[in-house]
């Protein structure tokens, strides 16, 4: 593995940024919107930036070999951290910023960390309520001074003073500078460059293990492909301690030299991302139904002539969109009508989301819907989709341009072995692949074959044109009592195509027939609401509503309807259904931070109400525990109701089965 950077010697991620000082040194490297300003660093800038605070860290007794912990949202000073922390040896770990504290504690001892760069008091105090069980901290560096100026500042620092120090020592000391400069080009690619934790769906986190030449082989390859140079930007808006913007942002931004954009908080993303327009985008399913909500809720607000010219052109996209950004043949009158529909709608729609200068799209993370997929294609945005895991430094497989389903995932990555096993298990072998999770052989054991392929857990198979599809994860994937296949993920995805759905747990595995747990999309149904002048004080009180129940039951006929078009899944049609009294939500351990469902977890805490789905009930009570943002704990009653939905004959025509 790495051999592509072994070759010339760039094989650690400091060494690039001395390179991109040399041949991009005026091109903006950063960019960062603070109190409504674009700011910009060029690489040059960047580069002492990050020298003045690695001198300044050592300088504190950062040594080579120790873990340093980076917490917080996307902004330079912490972008900066993990390049001045791999510049000296140190191995950089970064940690969700929404993590409890509890959680942050677990990550910090389990990695041995012994400094911490964070953004504000937030974290400095989640660190200090746990500090007796992070066991090797010594200090804290922060980025927002605002309400830490009367703390104990023993073991606590100003990251401005640790670059101010560091500057000063380079100053008078320029033989310093050198001296890091020659350790960073002599550094070896065999050292650990980021220890990643997993996002934990099936029990604690693990630390992942990159080596830096492994981490600089896969973003080149795929830099590579994309072609993505120092002429691209991106928007960094992702969870730092994510792969997904570790490899993306950090790892491709460095390799290919193009500039990071920092925005304002993670309110301001959308505005942002408008005011930036990236050429090169990413974001999970979650984020392109979010997108596609809010078109539908301003589209249900326009007037009369706008929604008619609305539904018109975007059914020509339906039809000719796809081909045409595909370079496939389209009859002339379909091209004239899709250039009339990109002036008056697709151009300003793409205006509106910030995606007009979208050169390359990537979403992964989960399965994206095929309609939600080929909605954004269908307007000239270049979406895509890659199959990834921390394990592979993210990418495993990746579509081509020209040769993009909704239905696959791609096929191998470059340099990627892929193989599937009798069992239908996907194994893979990468460039990026890691070198075992920290402290746990036994669990890096388990996670490897004999023959060196990471097992990925996930269930899945080749077409005939050697795209991948993955059906669901391998242990999830079931049968109904029927003998009908239960993929629960495709289910799912099925459902949350529809605005009004923001997440779906599907069950059946050895029952009779499918259900489904939903939850509703506050936005969208609290904007429908509004509308037909329904008043709600709360999500609970909107939940229950019976016109609420009567839309939901819509979206899981027509799920049932689109499912039964689909000979593998016409067999797992849902016949039940409930919409939950409260949202899935990490803090409550239901999803993950990077906001997948925990299956087994949420089967276990709702398991009554499973039980009600298929014990004929029509309503359950529950009494659930749930947990503030400030970590104190409250309780949610509710009388949850329960209803039969429709299904649907092999041609789409209605079954109406009566739910055993």
């Known amino acids: 593995m790495g051999a592509s950077a072994h070759a010339d010697g760039m094989d650690t991620f400091p060494k690039f940024l001395l390179l991109n000082a040399e041949r991009f040194g005026d091109r903006p490297a950063m960019r960062h919107k603070d109190f409504g300003i674009w700011q910009s660093w060029t690489w040059r800038e960047q580069l002492a930036e990050i020298r003045a605070f690695a001198i300044g860290l050592q300088a504190l007794g950062l040594e080579r070999g120790d873990r340093i912990a980076i917490i917080g949202a996307n902004r330079p000073r912490l972008y900066w951290s993990f390049a ?27 990695a041995g960390v012994r400094f911490a760069v964070v953004q504000d008091q937030e974290q400095v105090d989640k660190i200090r309520s746990f500090a007796g069980q992070i066991h090797a901290l010594t200090d804290v560096i922060y980025d927002e001074p ?101 490899y993306l942002n950090y790892a491709q931004g460095y390799v290919a030299g193009f500039s990071m954009n920092c925005p304002e908080s993670s309110e301001t993303v959308a505005q942002d991302l408008r005011e930036i327009g990236p050429t090169f985008y990413f ?14 809720i301003r589209m249900e607000d326009a ?26 043949p389209v009859p002339l009158g379909g091209r004239i009508a899709y250039g009339i529909g990109e002036f008056l709608v697709y151009g300003p ?55 993009v389903r909704a239905d696959t995932v791609g096929p191998a990555a470059p340099n990627v072995d892929i193989r599937i096993t009798d069992a239908g298990e996907v194994q893979f072998r990468s460039p990026g692949q890691f070198s075992g999770y920290y402290n746990q052989d036994d669990k890096t054991a388990e996670a490897m074959t004999e023959d060196g392929y990471v097992k990925t857990g996930d269930a899945g198979f080749f077409d005939k044109d050697g ?48 259900s489904a747990f939903v ?35 819509g979206n899981v006929e027509e799920t ?67 947990t503030y943002e400030d970590g104190r704990k409250g309780r949610i009653k509710a009388t949850v109701q329960i209803m039969d939905v429709g299904t649907f004959g092999a041609e789409g025509a209605a079954a109406r089965e009566a739910a055993e």
């Open 84 to 110: 001045a922390a791999q510049s000296i040896g140190a191995v950089p770990v970064p940690v969700y910023a929404d993590a409890v504290a509890e959680e942050l504690a677990y990550v910090l001892d389990n």
């Open 146 to 246: 605002r309400g830490l100026r009367d703390y104990d500042h023993k073991g606590l620092h100003d990251f401005g003073k640790v670059q101010e120090q560091g500057a000063a020592l380079l100053a008078a000391s320029p033989a310093l500078g050198d001296a890091w400069e020659g350790a960073v080009r002599d550094a070896s690619g065999d050292e650990i460059s980021v220890m990643l934790y997993t996002s934990g769906t099936t029990g604690r986190s693990k630390g992942v293990m990159i080596k830096a030449v492994n981490a600089v082989s896969a973003a080149r390859d795929t830099a590579v492909f994309d072609r993505l140079s120092e002429n691209d930007s991106v928007l960094a808006y992702l969870p730092l301690a994510w792969v997904g913007d570790h």
């Open 283 to 296: 974001a999970p399913p979650r984020i392109f139904e979010a997108l596609l909500t809010s078109v539908t």
């Open 303 to 328: 007037g009369w002539l706008k929604r008619k010219m609305f539904a018109h052109y975007i059914g020509v996209a339906k039809r000719y969109g796809e081909a045409i950004l595909e370079g496939r």
């Open 349 to 403: 729609l793409k205006n509106v989301l910030g995606l007009s200068n979208i050169r390359v799209a990537y979403t992964a993370g989960e399965a994206i819907g095929q309609d939600l997929f080929s909605f954004f294609r269908s307007l000239g945005i270049n979406l895509k989709q890659l199959y990834g895991q921390t394990e592979a430094f993210l990418y495993v497989t990746v579509q081509k341009d020209g040769e």
């Open 467 to 514: 795209q991948l599809r993955i059906i669901d994860r391998a242990k999830d994937v079931g049968k109904l009592a029927t003998g009908a296949l239960f993929a629960p993920k495709y289910i799912e995805n099925t459902l949350k195509f529809f605005p009004n759905i923001k997440e779906a747990v599907a069950y059946g595995d050895g029952r009779g027939f499918a």
């Open 519 to 553: 939850n509703i999309d506050l936005q969208a149904v609290g904007n429908w609401a509004e509308r037909n002048n329904i008043a709600y004080a709360s999500y609970q009180e909107l939940a229950g509503h019976p016109e609420v129940y009567r839309m939901i039951a």
């Open 560 to 626: 049932n309807r689109r499912l039964s078009r689909e000979p593998m899944m016409a067999g797992a049609q849902i016949r039940r259904f409930l919409i939950l009294h409260k949202e899935l939500d990490a803090d409550d351990g239901e999803l993950t931070r990077t906001m997948k469902v925990r299956r087994a977890f949420v089967a276990d805490r709702y398991a009554p109400l499973i039980e009600a789905l298929y014990d004929g009930s029509t309503e359950k009570f529950v009494d659930t525990e749930v």
